[in-house]
């Protein structure tokens, strides 16, 4: 996901807490925050950090190894790993900055808030296969003070470099498997395909550059590239029926996501694809309509050996006919269903 900076706000609220927080900083910091004493971190809006959870000292540290990390030489080749990287979604998010020689800075940051709720910096070593984080510092406002026998037995942090389409992701190793998941959307992550309507980036990432290689297939270091999975494709090969009906609800659970959907007014037309259990279909599986004009979602209902019967939900204005529905992502008709669509599970184009 690519972050771009944007000019930030402050409401008047928030304005008076980090005039507080302005009041209590050391020099050594007030030179790298903004008027009202935020971090100005040069990826979003600016930051604070409480000084219930911080110390000065500790603050002035973090933005000290932020600041230096970003004024690192950086290259556009497309191939730089350095640099800074963001995980999550609207209301949560993990931001990561670091360099080979400058060392990291994790920042987890309750957006809504734009308060730093924990940091955690170090060293980094590369390998050509892991970049690994060493912590030298780790404190949250989760647990009040860092204690230094902890800090001694702090675990190291190894990520696995992948290229995938125009992002360069931090996967942690021991993560490794899931990603497998998340890049054939199966699994724990096949729910994404139908639910996921929130900017999200589930792994650690950063935009490649303008002159980056796009990859439609995730490449990883040579001993991880096994891990990668193939996502389910097939075609629709018949379309059935479609009738309406009232307050239309299904769910996805699983070990990672829970999500649900309910339709006031749905329309749903049945479709047969050609996968099934021999291709590893079960029943629940949500797979994508991968047509450039298309934003649909076949979720499977039977499953036999060789093909299975799917339906397409789509929502209905209250006053249309079966064929008048709502396109919610750009208010055109979404177009007929067809013979011969595409679906697969992969979450992104592959």
Known sequence: MKNTSRKSY????????????????????????DKWGAWENGITESWWLSSRTFT???????????????????????TNWAGDYFSGGETHGTYIRWSPTEGFVIAHVDKCQALV??????????????I?????????????GHQHSQMDE???????????????????????????????????????????????????????????????VPVLPEPYQRILKK??????TSVGNTRLKRNYSYEFNSKTFKFGSNHVLASLTFVRVNVGSRDG??????????????????RLIRIGKTSSTGVIVRDVFEDGEPDQVENAEDEKPYPSIAVGWKVTTALRSQ
């Open 132 to 144: 690994t984080f060493f912590p030298e510092f780790i404190k949250s406002s989760k647990s009040h």
């Open 281 to 298: 279909a079960k029943v629940g599986l949500f797979m994508r309509v991968a047509e450039d004009d298309a934003v649909d979602i076949v």
């Open 154 to 216: 702090a675990a190291a942090m190894p990520f696995v470099p992948v290229k995938w389409q125009d992002g360069l992701i931090l996967v942690p190793l021991s993560e490794i498997a899931e990603f497998g998941d998340y890049a054939a959307g199966l699994g724990d992550f096949n729910g994404l395909n139908a639910f996921d309507s929130l900017e999200s980036s589930y792994f650690h990432t950063k935009y490649a550059g303008k002159n980056a290689v796009v990859y439609d």
């Open 10 to 33: 402050v409401n008047p609220g928030r304005a008076f807490l980090l005039l507080f927080f302005a009041l209590t900083l050391t020099s050594s910091v007030s030179s790298q925050v």
């Open 231 to 236: 996502p389910i494709t097939g075609v629709i």
């Open 56 to 78: 000065n000292e500790e603050a002035a540290s973090a933005i000290d190894r932020w600041k230096r990390i970003g004024a690192a030489k950086q290259d556009e080749s497309g």
């Open 117 to 130: 709720m924990g940091v955690i910096y170090g060293r980094v070593e590369v390998t050509p296969t892991l």
